[in-house]
């Protein structure tokens, strides 16, 4: 089983279309748990409106199932609670969008 840190970096290849930048520096994923044969993943979206909230999820499930065991549980769960805010982007993502704080 991948550990916590290479859920999160296979989760770098999943983007936002939107936004143009992956889930990851967003500061969209808030939490990977790795058991024994399941992978529990919480994020949310910038806005509850956000059109592409289904995709997004989709490819994230993707993306985990790529680098898990055949029939390992995958739960990707979209939560939004706290709501997202700028502040929880990386480093790289404020960059990208010239916001610094």
Known sequence: MPDDD???????QVDDPEAGMNIVDLGLVYGVEVGENA???DLTMTTAACPMAE???DQAR???????????AIDVQL????PWTP??????????FG???
């Open 79 to 82: 939560v939004w609670d706290p």
């Open 6 to 12: 290479a859920v999160r970096e296979v989760l770098r």
């Open 99 to 101: 916001w610094t704080f």
């Open 39 to 41: 992978i529990h993943v």
């Open 55 to 57: 995709m997004i999820v």
């Open 62 to 72: 993707d993306a985990v199932a790529a680098i898990v065991p055949a029939g390992t």
């Open 87 to 96: 502040d929880k982007m990386t480093g790289v993502a404020r960059e990208h």
